[in-house]
């Protein structure tokens, strides 16, 4: 961390040489997102990386021009081009060194000069897909983490409200009836203080729904791939093969995991098996990590107590799908990554990996595009 602030003290006596007479000072609020969401520095600079030269040009997709400024200041002597669609983006690859918001094959194939993406989403699993992705020693960065409050509050919301029998109060409410005695009469609204909540997938989303749910007096276990390392406000750190020995633990599920190819269908038959009947399933995580037919049939039998669901596979879930109408779900269409800060985030985040890039530094939140994360 002092490495970060260091080198954020130095970016900012760079673009303003008069700071040089008085103490070097971060940037507050890039300073502080880097510790609070915990991003990553590469590393190794941007320059040492095969493939790098000073850019001259730059595509940028953006959500409002009134963003170009702060991005033209951090990148002195680069054109940087606004592409409003894809087509737009196509005519003005040619030539440029760095693509921001995009990653599409034909975009990629164009643009044969192309080194670092960055895509804004967390996941990357479309982007990584793609054959050009793999060539030209191209470097991806993601928007890891950017949105992991929103989404760790989303799901801790989905999870109050399954616990506390709001989906069922509601449909009340549309019924216009004062419905006191319920489904939820036989002991089905939940206290979680005391519970066990797993988090599936321990990474940026997973870390800040263990705060949160530690925050409410549960104990927190969670699974991660790469090891057992953990906070200490998660009690119990298991490797991906624990999964169902945890699962059978758990009074609250939330899946949190990026799409790969060992996560593809791995909450199925066997997962819904193992939980406890009265237990919750809550997926932030990307909807083919669940298999929809075992979900539905767990929910059907009561092999589990209900979900919640901000991914589906397929998405958008069709109509008339099972999950539309079934007691104790509840379904959001993929927006929990949504808030009043997180384009922010998002954008301080591209500002800085762009000066880094630009300074040949170290990018923040690069990928392994081999492992897909």
Request: hydrophobic fraction near 45%; proline fraction near 5%; include cysteine.
């Amino acid at each position: 961390m002092k490495r970060l602030v260091t080198t954020i003290c130095v970016a900012l006596l760079a673009f303003n040489p008069a700071l040089a007479d008085s103490p070097p000072a971060a940037d507050p609020t890039l300073a502080s997102m880097i510790e609070q969401l915990g991003l990553r520095e590469d590393s190794r600079p941007s320059r040492d990386l095969p493939g790098w030269k000073k850019p001259t040009k730059a595509v940028v997709w953006l959500d409002s021009e009134s963003r170009l400024p702060a991005l033209r200041a951090v990148a002195p002597g680069v054109e940087i081009v606004l592409a409003a669609n894809l087509d737009a983006a196509k005519g003005a690859i040619d030539g440029a060194q760095v693509l921001l918001g995009y990653c599409n094959q034909d975009l990629l194939d164009l643009g044969n000069q192309v080194h670092w993406v960055q895509v804004y989403s967390a996941g990357v699993e479309n982007c990584v897909s793609n054959a050009a992705m793999h060539q030209h020693n191209r470097v991806l960065t993601n928007g890891q983490k950017i949105a992991s409050p929103a989404l760790a509050e989303h799901a801790i919301g989905m999870m109050l409200a399954l616990a506390r029998g709001f989906d069922q109060y509601h449909a009340s409410q549309l019924r216009s009836e004062w419905e006191r005695q319920n489904d939820l009469a036989g002991g089905q609204v939940m206290e979680l203080e005391g519970r066990t909540l797993l988090v599936v997938g321990l990474g940026g989303i997973g870390g800040q729904v263990a705060k949160r749910g530690h925050g409410l007096g549960m104990r927190v276990i969670a699974t991660r791939n790469s090891g057992r390392e953990g906070p200490s406000y998660v009690d119990y750190v298991g490797l991906s093969d624990e999964l169902l020995t945890l699962a059978a633990q758990a009074d609250v599920v939330i899946n949190t995991v990026p799409l790969t190819e060992q996560t593809t269908g791995l909450f199925d038959a066997k997962f819904f098996e193992a939980m406890k009947s009265t237990a919750l399933f809550i997926s932030v995580g990307r909807g083919a990590s669940t298999v929809t037919d075992d979900l539905v049939a767990a929910l059907k039998s009561g092999q589990i107590g209900g979900a919640g669901l901000d991914v589906t596979d397929p998405e958008p879930l069709p109509a008339g799908h099972p999950l539309w109408s079934m007691p104790r779900v509840l379904i959001s269409p993929h927006v929990a990554g949504r808030s009043d800060r997180s384009l922010d985030r998002l954008f301080l985040l591209v500002q800085e990996n762009l000066r880094r890039y630009v300074a040949g530094e170290p990018l923040l939140s690069v990928v392994d595009i081999e492992r897909g994360y």
